[in-house]
């Protein structure tokens, strides 16, 4: 019972880790090409986060299934295939049903692949794990990437436009800030941002 | 003296305006990790732009010869990662035999170059852009490593001083260099509109 | 034959997976490659639609084009647009060229005679939002519905609604508005010229 009970508070653990305690963008600093480039509005950040659940779901599982088949020396390399494979579907898949995002995203959904988040998780918990942890650590982290994502876009897409999908929320006094859809609004943003995150677990430890 | 200017237009381009860090966001990674030490930087610098010359080259070239001919685009990503694996580790190997304090310097670099976003990206660019001349391929993917180079050690230059003046505690580390970047990328902005 | 024994033994499930992968890969690109080029077809065509309303289907020309620009020699593939009735009602291409901060990419229609300009529309730019990105907002784009498929210039005073050769420029935008006239006056006198020596359309005269 007490077993079951502990194991239980460690799937628990592993999946809350990703959303705050071990957030893959605020406290481990991983995958910032990403999270810089699609964030300018929140439709490509939302669809970028589910190309990156998907793909961080299927390596790990993948990864998790071989793990004991793995040969140290070619294990980078089988991740790298195996990363590579699912982006390419994930990749003919935006293609097929959201064209329209596909454009729009143009090289970063094919960038996945060197995105340091899934490479990261593959090595540090699915050559480790076996496959239920790997799953739940994937999710975690895949939805702590994607909420941290939609976050950042939400507030450049507010400022930059004045709407969040197409609904205006700024009175129409306010004068867009064009520059926050442009790289200077994404660094500055998320720097900004890491300073408050900074702030905020610096008062709970 | 056409095709020459129209090289030249290529690389200023990659370099100054379309700079993979500052416009692009390719390679923020390293970016953030290496660039606290000015020498440290060009080194890190110098190793991307021998990799990606060499990648952007064997992937156009991969990608013409083999790919297109025999419709096989689907498996582009993934010949395009392989190629960059390879190429890193061909430098490794060569470096360590022939050139070993040089490899040494390097250190940790090297294996790290594989994951790094500039690379794949800028080999994505070039088949995304239609580039359909070898020697603007080479001359683009020397040029982006250039601009990753000159990014790099620009930011380096600005940290080593930065470590000197008095920044909010929550900003210290990559906060203050992710908005340093930031103005950095707004200098760049002026660069926009200089090549007709 | 050692060695081989140890390749394999190193290398199997390397090979294995390879071969898992690819076949995953085609599975996936066969079931889904007709939707993906349905898509660019549909794409392209909602485009122009918009610029030449008669017509119902497009039809890619035989004969290759090729224009010089700052950027080198391109092949550029032209495309018939027809009306129902099987009637050729426009002409309609892909151009290029540098903007602002990067390059700018659009679809530019014409009349079946190649006299007229029918219109243009925005494929891809990276143009400064607020300011180059105009050169997407219809009052800058209704000026060349209608403008002579020849020379255009620009000024910088001028009515907007008057169609003419003549276009107003975007304030603020200059560079790109600049960019956008220049990419349609290379791209359209250079298909133009070769069309007519290749016999596709007539002379103005006719």
């Given at each position: 019972m007490?077993?079951?009970?502990?194991?239980?508070?460690?799937?628990?653990?592993?999946?809350?880790?990703?959303?705050?305690?071990?957030?893959?963008?605020?406290?481990?600093?991983?995958?910032?090409?990403?999270?810089?480039?699609?964030?300018?509005?929140?439709?490509?950040?939302?669809?970028?986060?589910?190309?990156?659940?998907?793909?961080?779901?299927?390596?790990?599982?993948?990864?998790?299934?071989?793990?004991?088949?793995?040969?140290?020396?070619?294990?980078?390399?089988?991740?790298t295939?195996?990363?590579?494979?699912?982006?390419?579907?994930?990749?003919?898949?935006?293609?097929?049903?959201?064209?329209?995002?596909?454009?729009?995203l143009?090289?970063?959904?094919p960038?996945?692949?060197?995105?340091?988040?899934?490479?990261?998780?593959?090595?540090?918990?699915?050559?480790?794990?076996?496959?239920?942890?790997?799953?739940?650590?994937?999710?975690?982290?895949?939805?702590?990437?994607?909420?941290?994502?939609?976050?950042?876009?939400?507030?450049?897409?507010?400022?930059?436009?004045?709407?969040?999908?197409?609904?205006?929320?700024?009175?129409?006094?306010?004068?867009?800030?064009?520059?926050?859809?442009?790289?200077?609004?994404?660094?500055?943003?998320?720097?900004?941002m890491?300073?408050?995150?900074?702030?905020?677990?610096?008062?709970?430890? | 003296?056409?095709?020459?200017?129209?090289?030249?237009?290529?690389?200023?381009?990659?370099?100054?305006?379309?700079?993979?860090?500052?416009?692009?966001?390719?390679?923020?990674?390293?970016?953030?990790?290496v660039?606290?030490?000015?020498?440290?930087?060009?080194?890190?610098?110098?190793?991307?732009?021998?990799?990606?010359?060499?990648?952007?080259?064997?992937?156009?070239?991969?990608?013409?010869?083999?790919?297109?001919?025999?419709?096989?685009?689907?498996?582009?990503?993934?010949?395009?990662?392989?190629?960059?694996?390879?190429?890193?580790?061909?430098?490794?190997?060569?470096?360590?035999?022939?050139?070993?304090?040089?490899?040494?310097?390097?250190?940790?670099?090297?294996?790290?170059?594989?994951?790094?976003?500039?690379?794949?990206?800028?080999?994505?660019?070039?088949?995304?852009?239609?580039?359909?001349?070898?020697?603007?391929?080479?001359?683009?993917?020397?040029?982006?490593?250039?601009?990753?180079?000159?990014?790099?050690?620009?930011?380096?230059?600005?940290?080593?001083?930065?470590?000197?003046?008095?920044?909010?505690?929550?900003?210290?580390?990559?906060?203050?260099?992710?908005?340093?970047?930031?103005?950095?990328?707004?200098?760049?902005m002026?660069?926009?509109?200089?090549?007709? | 034959?050692?060695?081989?024994?140890?390749?394999?033994?190193?290398s199997?499930?390397?090979?294995?997976?390879?071969?898992?992968?690819?076949?995953?890969?085609?599975?996936?690109?066969?079931?889904?490659?007709?939707?993906?080029?349905?898509?660019?077809?549909?794409?392209?065509?909602?485009?122009?639609?918009?610029?030449?309303?008669?017509?119902?289907?497009?039809?890619?020309?035989d004969?290759?084009?090729e224009?010089?620009?700052?950027?080198?020699?391109?092949?550029?593939?032209?495309?018939?647009?027809?009306?129902?009735?099987?009637?050729?009602?426009?002409?309609?291409?892909?151009?290029?060229g540098?903007?602002?901060?990067?390059?700018?990419?659009?679809?530019?229609?014409?009349?079946?005679?190649?006299?007229?300009?029918?219109?243009?529309?925005?494929?891809?730019?990276?143009?400064?939002?607020?300011?180059?990105?105009?050169?997407?907002?219809?009052?800058?784009?209704?000026?060349?519905?209608?403008?002579?498929?020849?020379?255009?210039?620009?000024?910088?005073?001028?009515?907007?609604?008057?169609?003419?050769?003549?276009?107003v420029?975007?304030?603020?935008?200059t560079?790109?508005?600049?960019?956008?006239?220049?990419?349609?006056?290379?791209?359209?006198?250079?298909?133009?010229?070769?069309?007519?020596?290749?016999?596709?359309?007539?002379?103005?005269?006719?």
């Amino acid at each position: 019972m007490t077993n079951s009970n502990a194991k239980t508070s460690r799937y628990g653990q592993t999946l809350l880790a990703g959303l705050w305690r071990e957030n893959p963008v605020f406290r481990l600093l991983l995958g910032m090409c990403p999270t810089l480039a699609v964030t300018a509005a929140v439709k490509p950040a939302l669809t970028m986060g589910c190309c990156v659940i998907f793909v961080l779901l299927c390596s790990n599982i993948i990864v998790s299934l071989m793990r004991n088949l793995l040969k140290p020396h070619l294990r980078i390399l089988m991740f790298t295939l195996t990363i590579a494979t699912f982006v390419t579907i994930a990749d003919l898949f935006l293609k097929a049903f959201v064209p329209r995002m596909s454009e729009m995203l143009g090289p970063y959904v094919p960038l996945i692949i060197v995105n340091c988040i899934i490479i990261c998780r593959a090595e540090a918990c699915a050559s480790k794990n076996p496959m239920l942890v790997s799953v739940i650590d994937a999710l975690s982290m895949g939805v702590g990437f994607t909420v941290t994502l939609c976050f950042l876009a939400g507030i450049r897409e507010l400022l930059s436009t004045g709407k969040i999908f197409e609904a205006q929320l700024m009175p129409d006094a306010f004068v867009p800030w064009a520059a926050m859809s442009m790289p200077v609004g994404a660094f500055i943003t998320l720097g900004l941002m890491l300073g408050l995150v900074n702030i905020v677990a610096g008062k709970k430890a | 003296m056409d095709t020459l200017s129209i090289l030249l237009m290529g690389f200023i381009s990659i370099v100054v305006v379309n700079n993979l860090v500052f416009t692009k966001f390719l390679g923020i990674c390293p970016y953030l990790g290496v660039s606290g030490r000015i020498d440290m930087a060009f080194g890190m610098g110098l190793a991307v732009t021998f990799v990606v010359t060499l990648s952007g080259t064997l992937t156009w070239l991969i990608d013409h010869l083999l790919l297109i001919g025999t419709s096989l685009e689907v498996t582009r990503y993934i010949c395009f990662i392989l190629v960059i694996a390879g190429a890193v580790q061909l430098v490794e190997m060569y470096l360590r035999k022939f050139f070993p304090s040089l490899y040494e310097s390097f250190g940790i670099f090297l294996p790290l170059i594989t994951t790094n976003c500039a690379i794949l990206g800028l080999c994505l660019l070039i088949s995304l852009e239609g580039i359909n001349s070898l020697l603007e391929a080479v001359v683009l993917s020397f040029g982006a490593g250039i601009g990753f180079t000159m990014a790099i050690c620009i930011m380096a230059g600005i940290r080593e001083n930065l470590d000197l003046a008095d920044v909010p505690d929550c900003l210290k580390g990559a906060p203050i260099t992710l908005i340093t970047a930031g103005l950095l990328a707004m200098a760049f902005m002026g660069f926009a509109g200089m090549i007709r | 034959m050692n060695k081989i024994k140890n390749f394999i033994q190193q290398s199997w499930l390397l090979i294995v997976a390879s071969f898992c992968f690819g076949l995953l890969i085609a599975v996936t690109n066969a079931a889904l490659s007709p939707r993906i080029r349905q898509n660019e077809i549909n794409k392209r065509n909602r485009l122009v639609s918009a610029l030449l309303p008669e017509a119902k289907d497009f039809i890619l020309l035989d004969e290759q084009i090729e224009i010089q620009s700052l950027q080198g020699k391109k092949n550029i593939e032209i495309y018939r647009a027809v009306s129902e009735a099987d009637e050729c009602v426009g002409w309609s291409f892909e151009a290029a060229g540098s903007g602002f901060a990067d390059k700018i990419r659009l679809v530019v229609a014409l009349d079946k005679n190649f006299e007229k300009i029918a219109g243009f529309d925005v494929l891809s730019s990276n143009e400064t939002p607020g300011f180059g990105d105009q050169i997407k907002y219809d009052y800058y784009r209704d000026q060349f519905k209608g403008a002579p498929a020849g020379e255009l210039k620009l000024v910088t005073i001028g009515e907007r609604d008057k169609i003419d050769s003549e276009i107003v420029v975007i304030s603020g935008a200059t560079i790109s508005s600049e960019a956008v006239v220049e990419i349609l006056n290379n791209s359209i006198t250079q298909v133009k010229e070769q069309m007519r020596k290749k016999g596709i359309i007539g002379n103005d005269k006719q």
